[in-house]
């Protein structure tokens, strides 16, 4: 028989834990005939995992067995905290070296799904036929596609979800489950409208008109992801791991929008680190920095590299 969950429950639950909305979408298979034509422009650039699990990114159903819903949510990390933050530098200096926002707070993937396994366990100890998984970041399907159909926002021409109450500077995760739920998802109208200032300030062009990204132009790929050294015709404008500049553009992310995440906490270590390498790159500080950091998955080498090849950029 059909489980059913109240949606309110979910909500309630959602903003005890900390995220700023949730929504949901029900059981169908997605139409992602758009991403097979990003997949054959070769946008995806060395991640060839973006072109594995195809079945799962066309119907996330497939992840549990007799899912019915996927309970979508979100997460700003626009804080007035991280606005208070001190860095060694002028935010304006020309040559500041930095991390994208994001890489100031302890690692998103493992405090999300945190807060999503204890909403989940809350449910269980009402309803203990409750089923569910936790997927952040690392899901096969796309997750701003999911958010948008749950009507938590549309796809700016960034490629990136914005809604209307908190910006595009959040996180989505999702929880996939056997119950279904009395929820009537809202589509958000496009309200990039005839903007295109994310278009323009990107310095290396790598924003396209059908609201994806070439990867082979995008610093946040060449930085976090390739191996390799970031190839000389990247402009990484100071950004050593990840990239800012296109959601700073948008007018949706001009002001904090909240104090702080009861989620997501400021990495100390991190204001250490950026401090040392807009000085003196140091390895301890860097180790220390990424235990419990998103950028966990950077070696030092790389970093290095990274900060070598934004040195040039500022010379050129
Ligand atoms: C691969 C990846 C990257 C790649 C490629 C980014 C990209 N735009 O594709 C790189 C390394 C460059 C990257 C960078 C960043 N990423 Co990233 N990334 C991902 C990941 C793992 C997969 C995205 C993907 O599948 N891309 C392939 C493209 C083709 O698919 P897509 O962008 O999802 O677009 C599809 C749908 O949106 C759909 N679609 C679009 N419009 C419409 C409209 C309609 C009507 C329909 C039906 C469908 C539709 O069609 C597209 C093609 O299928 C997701 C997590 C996930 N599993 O979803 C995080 C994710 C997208 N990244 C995220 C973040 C935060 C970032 C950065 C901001 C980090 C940083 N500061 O450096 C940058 C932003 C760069 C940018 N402008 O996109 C967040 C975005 C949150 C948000 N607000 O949207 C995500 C969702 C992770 C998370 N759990 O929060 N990322
Ligand atoms: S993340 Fe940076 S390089 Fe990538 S599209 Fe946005 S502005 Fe351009
Ligand atoms: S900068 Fe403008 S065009 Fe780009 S995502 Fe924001 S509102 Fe949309």
Redesign the pocket.
Known sequence: MNKIIDFEIIKSLAFEAGFQDCGAVSSKE???S??FD?LEKG??AE?QY?NKNIDKRKNPYLLLENAQTIFSFILSYNTQEFANMHFSQNEESKHLLKF???SYFED?HKAIKRALYWIISCIQDIYPEFKGIAF??????????V???AGLGW?GK?????NKSYG?K????EIITNYSTNYKAQIVDDLCEDCKLCIEACPNNA?NLN???N?NL?S??HN??NKESVPKNINLDGYIY???I??NACPWNKKPRIFNSKILGLNPNMQKLIDSINNNPDKSIFNKAKKNSAIENIKFQKLLSNIEKSKEDFLS
Do not use: Q
């Not at 952040?136 to 596609?145: C, G, L, N, R």
């Not at 960034?158 to 914005?162: E, K, R």
């Not at 959040?170 to 995760?173: A, D, F, K, S």
């Open positions: 997605f139409d992602i758009s991403h990003w946008y995806n991640m973006l994208a926002s994001y998103y952040v970041d690392s899901s096969p399907f796309s997750e701003k596609m958010a948008r159909e796809i960034n490629s990136i979800l914005i595009s959040i996180l989505i995760g924003i609201k994806t990204i990867c995008c946040s790929y976090m992801i990840g990239c800012d296109c959601l």
